[in-house]
């Protein structure tokens, strides 16, 4: 079992920056691959950016390409997604994700692939 918590959602201004974070628990981080989706009120879940847990491997969407850099740090158990130049099309509950695997070099896009899914955090951007 792997236990997920964001932080760091909130209001910002279009070309604002926001930092989130994901805290895990409940497993040997260092071998679990993350990724960080997000829903928007009517549309489908989409991927935002996922990462290997070997870190040498990354995926980010066209939207956020550019934008968006996924990190995670295996000694404190975190994931990280520093979002800039945010728009307001970015506005979404923004939610992280974990897989266990053994495959060190695999970042995962499709949601159905985690097994282990965080509460959420808004981010709003306004124009």
């Known amino acids: 079992q792997v236990q997920l918590v964001e932080s760091g959602g909130g209001l910002v201004q279009a070309g604002g920056s926001l930092r989130l974070s994901c805290a895990a628990s409940?497993?040997?981080?260092?071998?679990?691959?993350m990724g960080w989706f997000r829903q928007a009120p009517g549309k489908e879940r989409e991927v935002v950016a996922s990462i290997s847990w070997s870190e040498g491997v990354s995926y980010y969407a066209d939207s956020v390409k550019g934008r968006f850099t996924i990190s995670r740090d295996n000694a404190k158990n975190t994931g990280n997604l520093q979002m800039d130049s945010l728009k307001p099309e970015d506005t979404a509950v923004y939610y992280c994700a974990a897989v266990p695997t053994v495959r060190r070099n695999n970042a995962y896009t499709q949601s159905g692939e985690y097994p282990y899914w965080g509460q959420g955090t808004q981010v709003t951007v306004s124009s």
């Open positions: 409940g497993s040997t981080f260092s071998r679990i691959a």
